[in-house]
């Protein structure tokens, strides 16, 4: 069972930015993948970005550049840093873990984007 809690969250004007965490608990973090995904109203959940245990990184298209997702195993946290944030980066973000064969779900966060 893994536990995980997020912060972060806010409004931001566009072209601001934002950092969110991710705290785990109940596993090995070191052995987690993690990932945040995000849900915009109407749309569907997409995958914004993720890091392996050997710290290879993946991003959306849409959030390539501007977005940065890293890991501090000592603490047991994953960040996403959003950088040049624009309005339809506006969604709730869902931090994601996977570990033997199961999926965890943090409870959300809301980030909006908006002047």
């Known amino acids: 069972q893994v536990q995980l809690v997020e912060s972060g969250g806010g409004l931001v004007q566009p072209g601001g930015s934002l950092r969110l965490s991710c705290t785990a608990s109940?596993?090995?973090?070191?052995?987690?993948?993690m990932a945040w995904y995000r849900r915009a109203p109407g749309k569907e959940r997409e995958l914004v970005a993720s890091v392996t245990t050997a710290d290879t990184t993946t991003y959306a298209v849409s959030v390539k550049g501007r977005f940065s997702i890293s890991r501090d195993n000592a603490k047991n946290t994953v960040y996403l840093q959003m950088n040049s944030l624009k309005p339809e980066d506006t969604a709730v973000y869902y931090c994601?873990?996977?570990?033997?064969?199961?999926?965890?779900w943090g409870q959300g966060t809301q980030v909006t984007v908006s002047s």
């Open positions: 994601n873990a996977l570990t033997a064969g199961k999926a965890y």
């Open positions: 109940g596993s090995i973090f070191s052995t987690i993948f």
